[in-house]
């Protein structure tokens, strides 16, 4: 039988991530990485409350994010260190990116009962700055699973890699460096674009890539390819946009070409992955119509558009973060 801590002790999460999210939004671990100090001092500097901060502070060194020293000074420990703007591979952006959902999420409640979120913020709606930020923090996390799958996936048939929506570029850099022979277009966004250029040039792949500007829900996408990836993509629409652009996929793809997608693909119970699961209610909360798919609605909106052999490749880890399921179909 539970005991009621297990009950509460989900309850109470928000109390941290709350905590650790606004200490982000203050950009605490930044300062504090670049000056240990006491909370009085660290108040006066940024023009807070010192009661107040010296509560969020004593949280997070509870929570193992800051130290606190025999002279009341506070300090990020190495986890904390990835949420100061200065760390090398800072994941600052990325949290102040989940700030942004928070507020969708407090009106939870509401798009239950309306089925939609009136409230709802567009996240993805990002000044250029923030773009600039979110976009480095999602290069960092996609980093190192962008180089599993390049090496677990069989792209040697491919020549022309689409890399549609494909942001920093974190995926097409691992299918090149995979693939010495591949070419490659990445298309995105004309803001997106320029960003694009900077993380493939820190790679020296300027003359193995193609830049094309563009908006997949209300243009064309480039021809002349023979692999097209969807790299967490198919989530953010609803069934109805995912048809509509996987129409246009196969009209830009060469003759049998493929179709690679990575997202959350759940089983039929729609319970599993579990983190597919929270992922659905994320997009619930953020996303018009956005959802996480079963491999059947998958397979069944990739026929429509005429893809066949549609493959699972992968059924992943049950990793909110990873979301590294994989689905083909193929162009014949």
């Known amino acids: 039988m539970p005991k009621t801590q297990d009950v509460l002790t989900p309850i109470r999460q928000f109390m941290s991530s709350r905590t650790l999210l606004t200490a982000c939004e203050l950009d ?3 300062a504090l990485d670049r000056s240990p100090d006491t909370a009085q001092n660290l108040a006066q500097d940024l023009g807070l409350d010192t009661r107040a901060l010296t509560r969020v502070l004593d949280c997070l060194v509870t929570l193992d994010f800051v130290s606190k020293d025999e002279s009341d000074r506070y300090r990020p420990t190495e986890s904390g260190k990835f949420l100061s703007s200065d760390h090398q591979q800072t994941l600052l952006p990325m949290a102040r990116h989940l700030a942004h959902t928070w507020n969708n999420w407090h009106y939870l409640t509401e798009t239950v009962r309306r089925g939609k979120n009136p409230h709802q913020q567009h996240v993805t709606n990002l000044q250029s700055a923030e773009q600039e930020a979110f976009i480095g923090a999602m290069h960092v996390v996609g980093r190192e699973l962008s180089r599993e799958i390049a090496s677990d996936y ?3 048939f491919a020549s022309r890699l689409l890399d549609i929506g494909g942001g920093s570029g974190v995926y097409t850099i691992a299918f ?10 990445i298309f995105d966004l004309e803001g997106v674009i320029p960003l694009s250029k900077e993380f493939i040039a820190e790679q020296g792949l300027l003359d193995r890539v ?5 908006d997949f829900y209300t243009q064309e996408i480039p021809s002349g390819c023979d692999l097209a990836l969807l790299s967490a993509i198919i989530h953010q629409n609803s069934r109805q946009e995912n048809r509509e652009l996987f129409a246009k996929i196969y009209r830009a793809l060469e ?26 209610l994320n997009m619930l909360a953020n996303t018009r119509g956005g959802d996480t798919y079963t491999f059947a609605e998958v397979r069944d909106d990739l026929e429509h558009a005429g893809f066949a052999d549609i493959k699972d490749l992968r059924s992943g880890q ?3 973060e990873r979301m ?8 014949k």
């Open 28 to 30: 605490l671990f930044t």
């Open 324 to 331: 590294d399921c994989l689905v083909e179909g193929q162009k």
């Open 176 to 185: 090149l460096q995979a693939n010495p022979s591949l070419q490659a277009v």
């Open 318 to 320: 049950d990793s909110f």
């Open 154 to 156: 069989d792209a040697s």
């Open 210 to 214: 193609q830049f094309v500007a563009g």
């Open 255 to 280: 003759p049998g070409g493929r179709v690679l997608i990575r997202d959350h693909i759940m089983d039929e119970t729609r319970t599993q992955p579990a983190a597919g699961a929270m992922f659905a």
